[in-house]
């Protein structure tokens, strides 16, 4: 079992940026792809972006494609979500997540295991 724990939300105007950070302890980091993902009141969970186990592959929601920017950095046991020209509609609690060891990733929350506790992002207009 990986544990995860997300920092890095707020409060932020539309058009500002903001980087979450999502630290992971417990089993090897880099044997797992990481997903963020986010969940607005009401709405379903919904997938952000991933990234390989090396970093050197990523994928993103189209929603947030060309604004967002997954990284990680294995050495630290940290996987980031920089977030910039922010939407009131990114408005929601982002969580980090470990998809299954040794794959590419996916964006579908069942094939994630571990999750953290989220983090609150908050884009007013």
């Known amino acids: 079992q990986v544990q995860l724990v997300e920092s890095g939300g707020g409060l932020v105007q539309a058009g500002g940026s903001l980087r979450l950070s999502c630290a992971a302890s417990?089993?090897?980091?880099?044997?797992?792809?990481m997903g963020w993902f986010r969940q607005a009141p009401g709405k379903e969970r919904e997938f952000v972006a991933v990234?390989?186990?090396?970093?050197?592959?990523?994928a993103y929601a189209a929603s947030v494609k060309g604004r967002f920017t997954i990284s990680r950095d294995n050495a630290k046991n940290t996987v980031y979500l920089q977030m910039n020209t922010l939407e009131p509609q990114d408005t929601a609690v982002y969580s980090c997540?470990?998809?299954?060891?040794?794959?590419?990733?996916?964006?579908?929350?069942?094939?994630?295991?571990?999750w953290g506790q989220g983090t609150q992002v908050t884009v007013s207009s």
């Open positions: 417990g089993r090897t980091f880099s044997n797992y792809p």
């Open positions: 990234i390989s186990r090396s970093g050197l592959s990523t």
């Open positions: 997540a470990t998809g299954r060891a040794f794959t590419i990733g996916s964006s579908d929350p069942a094939d994630y295991g571990s």
